[in-house]
């Protein structure tokens, strides 16, 4: 699985992970070279996806209290963290890291209940970003 840390605190496993997207916003601007009309495009701003992560719950409360507890009182200026995404395989070594910055919990999705459910019951948690690199 996928795991998630913040500030070195590991969050959870989570079976999958989507949103790891980054964009860069596309900027042209008119100009005359030679005496002709020309678009020169560049780039501008970095966009970055927010990431979902989603896991079987567990019938605990964790992953829920621990969002609970960030978002209270929530101060963007203070209280960003600094997190990873990553895997591990069977003998421990992790094989793949992207490291988050800026990022806060934006959205909890708990399990869907119904006594006429025969589905595996997960949990998601949506995750908002400043930036996002890949490491390894």
């Not at 890291?97 to 708990?110: I, K, Q, S, T, V």
């Amino acid at each position: 699985g996928f795991m998630l840390e913040f500030d070195g605190q590991q969050i959870g496993s989570f079976k999958s992970v989507s949103g790891l997207k980054v964009t860069s916003e596309k900027i042209e601007i008119p100009m005359t070279i030679a005496g002709k009309q020309v678009t020169v495009k560049t780039m501008g701003n970095m966009k970055f996806e927010d990431i979902t992560l989603e896991r079987v719950y567990d019938g605990t409360s964790t992953l829920y209290s621990w969002f609970d507890n960030l978002t209270k009182n929530f101060d963007a200026m203070k209280d960003k963290k600094t997190g990873a995404i990553y895997t591990i395989d069977r003998a421990g070594k992790e094989t793949m890291r992207w490291n988050l910055e800026g990022a806060f919990p934006c959205e909890y999705d708990g399990p869907d209940l119904g006594a006429d459910k025969n589905e595996v019951a997960t949990e998601k948690l949506v995750i908002s970003i400043d930036r996002v690199e890949k490491i390894s």
